[in-house]
Each structure stands twice: as structure tokens, then as C-alpha cells.
């Protein structure tokens, strides 16, 4: 029999103390790796949470009334409601954490374009001198020479392009 079910059946036979016990015993069961840093019972009137920033800690204050009270039905919705909340947070910091690495990895690729742009520029620059030098071929068909044209005017706009991008990731071209 789990803690839960103790709390439901053994309610009338437990102490104040041996049931805010047994209530810990269940919540922090049920929220292993996830469970909350603090867990209290005070003179609070209702169920308190408290979240740190960065999701890397959480707390819950229950009032000890729950626990004085002849029947548990709030000390079991109190621990049901923390539970699902100790669930929630978990979630959140898994969202939170995938998040950082999600960061770290967009730095890493704006990293690996910084590096290979450059190179990519240079490609493009050579390719137009190429394509340059084929335009004073005397023996150029003009439609020929048109298309050569053209293709000049787009790396010339893939050129500039890369060069944005650069100056967007903070590198000078």
C-alpha cells in the first residue's frame, strides 16, 4: 500500500506529525528528480508554491490545518495538486534546458558560418573573374554572352548576400 492510500485509511489512527510525515513520504515519492527543494508546513491558509528563476528549484508550503483536520480530503488534494505541479516544473525545466542547448548550438553554427562564408565569397569571386575572362572571347554567341551576363549579375547578388550575413554575424569581409 502506497503512501497515498495509507494517508485515505490510517487517517484516523496517525498523529498530526506521523501524517505531515506520511505526506512527505508520498510527495517526494512521487516526484523523485524532480521533487521540491523545500517542503513545509506552516500556518499558511493555502498551498504556496515558489519557482526560482531558471527553473532550477522549486518549494511548497502547506498549511498545517490539512493535517489537524478529521478528514484528509485536503491533505490528499493538497498532494495531488503538488504532485501534478512537481510534474509541470519538470517539464518546464526540461523545455528550459532544451532551450539553453538549442542556444548553444544556434552560437555554434553562426560560429561555423562565420568561418566558412568567407571561403564561400571567395569561390563566388573566382567563378565571376572566370566567367568575366569568357566574355572577351571574340568567338562569343551573343546569346551566349547574355547568359554569361546574367549568371555574373547572380553571383554578384550571392556575393553581396554573403557579405550581409557576415556583417550580421559581427565579422568584417
Not at 573573374?129 to 550571392?158: G, K
Amino acid at each position: 500500500m502506497g503512501e497515498r492510500e495509507q494517508l485515505l485509511t490510517q487517517w484516523a489512527t496517525l498523529s498530526v506529525a506521523q501524517r505531515e510525515t506520511l505526506f512527505r513520504a508520498w510527495v517526494l515519492s512521487e516526484t523523485v528528480g524532480f521533487a521540491p527543494a523545500s517542503l513545509v508546513f506552516t500556518g499558511v491558509s493555502a498551498v504556496t508554491y515558489g519557482i526560482a528563476a531558471g527553473v532550477i528549484s522549486w518549494q511548497v508550503a502547506i498549511p498545517q490545518s490539512f493535517f489537524s483536520s478529521a478528514q484528509p480530503d485536503q491533505a490528499v488534494e493538497a498532494g495531488d495538486t503538488v504532485i501534478e505541479i512537481g510534474h509541470l516544473v519538470a517539464e518546464l525545466r526540461e523545455t528550459t534546458d532544451e532551450m539553453s542547448e538549442f542556444e548553444q548550438e544556434d552560437e555554434s553554427v553562426e560560429g561555423d558560418a562565420a568561418a566558412i562564408i568567407p571561403g564561400i565569397i571567395d569561390a563566388l569571386e573566382q567563378e565571376r573573374m572566370a566567367l568575366e575572362d569568357a566574355l572577351l572571347d571574340d568567338d562569343l554567341d551573343p546569346d551566349e554572352a547574355e547568359e554569361i551576363e546574367d549568371l555574373i549579375e547572380a553571383i554578384e547578388a550571392l556575393i553581396e548576400e554573403m557579405q550581409k550575413e557576415l556583417e550580421d554575424l559581427g565579422v568584417s569581409a
